[in-house]
């Protein structure tokens, strides 16, 4: 791991680069590598969330790490090659602490992704850790948990407050 032990700060929903289609990658070097340990640094940092994409720290490229289940992932241009079925289950998001919303996603999936170094690679998953997939690869694209809801509310298990998913919608457009 690197020397640099900085943590970043995880930006909070409303902020506009949530919503930007991030750059791939095309470089792969010490500083990639100083990047890809400041995202999981800041993941553990802040608990609570399996996982961490890029653009949720400001750094605008397409970078997940995933530290879920006991398995552990840096992903970088990840892309869903294969998926199926599907299941509709609660999620959240450290970019909009506290919030729950139910979601449906695809209960199997492949993602082809390159590691620090640029080697590629897939992994096939399924349930939780498929969720979990694609939900940080959807930040990747801007898009966040509340934009694939069914539900009309998103719900907020500190405050129990119930806020309208439509309005956060357009709330977190540029």
Not at 71 to 84: D, G, K, R, T, W
Request: proline share 3%; charged share 25%; hydrophobic share 35%.
């Amino acid at each position: 791991m690197s020397r640099n032990r900085k943590v970043e700060t995880i930006i909070r929903f409303g902020d506009p680069r949530l919503r930007v289609l991030c750059s791939e990658v095309a470089v792969f070097h010490k500083g990639l590598h100083d990047k890809i340990d400041c995202i999981a640094r800041t993941l553990h940092q802040h608990g609570g969330g399996a996982a961490l994409a890029a653009p949720q720290i400001a750094l605008l490229k397409q970078i997940v790490v995933i530290d879920y289940l006991g398995e552990y992932y840096e992903l970088i241009n990840p892309q869903i090659v294969e998926a199926s079925g599907s299941s509709i289950d609660y999620e959240g998001c450290l970019s909009l602490p506290g919030f729950w919303g139910q979601v449906e996603r695809h209960q199997r999936i492949k993602v082809s992704y390159q590691d620090r170094f640029g080697e590629v690679y897939s992994v096939e998953a399924h349930d939780r850790m498929a969720r979990c997939f694609q939900h940080e690869i959807d930040h990747l694209s801007g898009v966040l948990f509340i934009d694939r809801m069914s539900d009309e509310y998103v719900f907020n298990d500190d405050t129990k407050e119930r806020l309208p998913v439509a309005y956060l919608r357009n709330a977190s457009r540029p």
